[in-house]
């Protein structure tokens, strides 16, 4: 999509893991944080982030993937990831970009994307920025490699291969012990 006027941030963050101390530390530094930067370049009718601390309905998740035009998955180490995937299946004729750590599992299969490193926050901010510029073209070549990694590399696909792996990592402890 079309950058018009200024770009803001909606940052989503259903709340999990809620009782354990190092995600209440985390929750409290990420609103201090957002207040700052509120608090700083907000204008009139604008701010730059919003932060939505709750869970959403998939038709809404849907929407919000749709009209973004860049989806930020930047664990520091995670698992699947599966929001990125769930972005891309969502994206139609204008598509967006992802932006995705090269520390998440879904990295592995989604080499469409722009891949970063997290901890790296210029190549971060580099990648943002492309994003957010990248002719229509690119967006859709992009998109179209990405449907077909999610398409084929399925939830079922990565389950059935975890546990292939996970049945050949036992067998491989019983006979070494």
């Given at each position: 999509?079309?950058?018009?006027?200024?770009?803001s941030?909606?940052?989503?963050?259903?709340?999990?893991?809620?009782?354990?101390?190092?995600?209440v530390?985390?929750?409290?530094?990420?609103?201090q944080?957002?207040?700052?930067?509120?608090?700083?370049?907000s204008?009139?009718?604008?701010?730059?982030?919003h932060?939505?601390?709750?869970?959403?309905?998939?038709?809404?998740?849907?929407?919000?993937?749709?009209?973004?035009?860049?989806?930020?998955?930047?664990?520091?180490?995670?698992?699947?990831?599966?929001?990125?995937?769930?972005y891309?299946?969502?994206?139609?004729?204008?598509?967006?970009?992802?932006?995705?750590?090269?520390?998440?599992?879904?990295?592995?299969t989604?080499?469409?994307?722009l891949?970063?490193?997290?901890?790296?926050?210029?190549?971060?901010?580099?990648?943002?920025?492309?994003a957010?510029?990248?002719?229509?073209?690119?967006?859709?070549?992009?998109?179209?490699?990405?449907?077909?990694?999610?398409?084929?590399f399925?939830?079922?696909?990565?389950?059935?291969?975890?546990?292939?792996?996970?049945?050949?990592?036992?067998?491989?402890?019983?006979?070494?012990?």
């Amino acid at each position: 999509p079309a950058l018009r006027g200024k770009v803001s941030m909606i940052q989503i963050s259903a709340p999990s893991r809620s009782r354990v101390p190092e995600y209440v530390d985390e929750r409290q530094r990420v609103n201090q944080l957002v207040g700052q930067i509120n608090g700083r370049f907000s204008e009139a009718g604008w701010v730059p982030i919003h932060y939505l601390y709750r869970s959403y309905p998939q038709a809404e998740l849907t929407a919000f993937y749709r009209e973004a035009n860049v989806c930020l998955v930047t664990p520091l180490r995670d698992g699947m990831n599966l929001v990125a995937k769930e972005y891309v299946a969502c994206q139609d004729d204008d598509p967006g970009v992802v932006v995705l750590s090269r520390f998440c599992g879904a990295a592995d299969t989604m080499k469409e994307a722009l891949l970063v490193n997290p901890y790296d926050i210029e190549d971060t901010a580099a990648a943002i920025y492309r994003a957010l510029h990248m002719p229509k073209r690119e967006r859709i070549r992009r998109r179209d490699a990405l449907m077909e990694d999610i398409s084929e590399f399925t939830a079922r696909v990565w389950c059935d291969s975890f546990l292939s792996d996970l049945a050949g990592a036992e067998i491989s402890y019983l006979r070494a012990g």
